[in-house]
T-cell receptor
Framework: LAKTTQPISMDSYEGQEVNITCSHN???????ITWYQQFPSQGPRFIIQ???TKVTNEVASLFIPADRKSSTLSLPRVSLSDTAVYYC?????????????FGQGTELSVKP | ETGVTQTPRHLVMGMTNKKSLKCEQH?????MYWYKQSAKKPLELMFV???????ENNSVPSRFSPECPNSSHLFLHLHTLQPEDSALYLC???????????FGPGTRLTVT
């Protein structure tokens, strides 16, 4: 099973770019990498998903090196409302016996 | 967002009670999940249903009993719970089992 490791917490200021790295040394060939955001007392919300190289959407970018043993979530120009816990998720396909595993989560605090 | 709804939002129950949590998804998805989130801990996957079939039981005690009557509804039946079962219980759904999951708001359960 691919276990993930993330920093427990990070601090940033409004307008800065934030990069959160997740390590997943045992990632399997059919595993995707997904990042979620969670505010207190709410369910997690999907941010971005990728398999390799770089993926970008309207809220974030995901960088995945060739060996896929880590991934970096990049949040451009964060605001106070980006204060949340960010989870790195590595998982495969259930009908092939894969499992989804959430990391510890990184608590991001954005300050004025 | 109303894609995935959960009821009740809050529940207090005694150790001898029997109660059920309900989850409904309006997204036309085929996979549904139950997660447990205790304070300061990562999300723990409990059960997975894919096309109404249970494909994952993550060593969950038998006092938690899932039911998936159709692909839109998922229940978690609770009986003789312990105080340590107090947590936020989250339901999620996805189009397939590859990763992008949509979470409900959760049920905050307190066992007294």
């Amino acid at each position: 099973l691919a276990k993930t490791t993330q920093p427990i917490s990070m601090d940033s200021y409004e307008g800065q770019e934030v990069n959160i790295t997740c390590s997943h040394n045992n990632i399997a060939t059919n595993d995707y990498i997904t990042w979620y955001q969670q505010f207190p007392s709410q369910g997690p919300r999907f941010i971005i998903q990728g398999y390799k190289t770089k993926v970008t959407n309207e809220v974030a970018s995901l960088f995945i090196p060739a060996d896929r043993k880590s991934s970096t979530l990049s949040l451009p120009r964060v605001s106070l409302s980006d204060t949340a816990v960010y989870y790195c998720l590595v998982g495969g396909i259930y009908n092939q016996g894969g499992k989804l595993i959430f990391g510890q989560g990184t608590e991001l605090s954005v300050k004025p | 967002e109303t894609g995935v709804t959960q009821t009740p939002r809050h529940l207090v129950m005694g150790m001898t009670n029997k109660k059920s949590l309900k989850c409904e998804q309006h997204l036309g998805h085929n996979a549904m999940y139950w997660y447990k989130q205790s304070a300061k801990k990562p999300l723990e996957l409990m059960f997975v249903y894919n096309f109404k079939e249970q494909t994952e039981n993550n060593s969950v005690p038998s006092r938690f009993s899932p039911e998936c009557p159709n692909s839109s509804h998922l229940f978690l039946h609770l009986h003789t719970l312990q105080p340590e079962d107090s947590a936020l219980y989250l339901c999620a759904s996805s189009q397939d089992s590859r990763g992008e999951q949509y979470f409900g708001p959760g049920t905050r359960l307190t066992v007294t």
